[in-house]
């Protein structure tokens, strides 16, 4: 099983929501990764947990909040948005962060985030 | 933040025509990997060629690197429709614990 799943496919939310991005993996891999990704742009990092402990924070505004339970689930809070954070959220993982290894990313479908 | 730059940045074919496409990046690598996306969905994996390599094959896909030069190319042969998608490369640095560095992408849209 190479999936990766996002929940859910698409979400519209108001500036004072609060919602949650989920994503899931049972490939047994150690890092998993938070992108954004606006029209016609490459993904841009924002989170990494390396063996369920946030790895890279890319500057990412605390209006989204990042959290891994286990080694296969990984979160992302939402709170306070505003419309530029408008953009397809994609969830990534891959066997282990780090150079030694081979970092070949399996990516999720994405979740289509509109903030009104 | 990225580090690679495609080249061209949008490309229209013909099917049956062969498609290339240009990365270049600025830091020292481990490996060089390309991914396809279709439109509005997640990245797909095709291809890794590692720094001491200089040139891999897999099916219709041909990827060279040339690390004096700090770029790659990959080539689609005999393209299809179905190969209309946006092509990133990516580099991971060779600083332990950093993750992939993402290029700006190719759109690649293939005609029937």
């Known amino acids: 099983d190479t999936e990766v799943t996002q929940t859910p496919k698409h979400l519209v939310m108001g500036m004072t929501n609060k919602k949650s991005l989920k994503c899931e993996q049972h490939?047994?891999?150690?890092?998993m990764y938070w992108y954004k990704q606006k029209a016609k742009k490459p993904p841009e990092l924002m989170f990494v947990?390396?063996?369920?402990?946030?790895?890279i924070n890319e500057s990412v505004p605390s209006r989204f909040s990042p959290e891994c339970p286990n080694s296969s689930l990984l979160n992302l809070h939402l709170h306070a948005l505003q419309p530029e954070d408008s953009a397809l959220y994609l969830c990534?993982?891959?066997?282990?962060?780090?150079?030694?290894?081979?970092?070949?990313?399996?990516f999720g479908a994405g979740t289509r985030l509109s903030v009104l | 933040s990225q580090q690679g730059e495609e080249d061209p940045q949008a490309l229209s074919i013909q099917e049956g025509e062969n498609a290339t496409m240009n990365c270049s990046y600025k830091?020292?690598?481990?490996?060089l990997q390309w991914y396809r996306q279709n439109s509005g969905r997640g990245l797909v994996h095709l291809i890794l060629?590692?720094?001491?390599?200089r040139e891999k094959h897999s099916g219709r896909l041909r990827v060279t690197l040339d690390t004096s030069k700090k770029s790659s190319s990959l080539l689609i042969t005999a393209s299809r429709a179905a190969d209309t998608a946006s092509y990133f490369c990516?580099?991971?640095?060779?600083?332990?614990?950093?993750?992939?560095?993402f290029g700006k992408g190719t759109t690649l849209s293939v005609s029937s």
């Open positions: 990534a993982s891959s066997q282990k962060l780090g150079s030694l290894a081979k970092n070949i990313q399996y």
């Open positions: 990516a580099t991971d640095a060779q600083q332990a614990g950093t993750a992939l560095i």
């Open positions: 947990y390396s063996y369920e402990k946030l790895s």
């Open positions: 830091t020292s690598i481990n490996n």
């Open positions: 490939m047994g891999h150690r890092a």
């Open positions: 060629i590692r720094s001491n390599e």
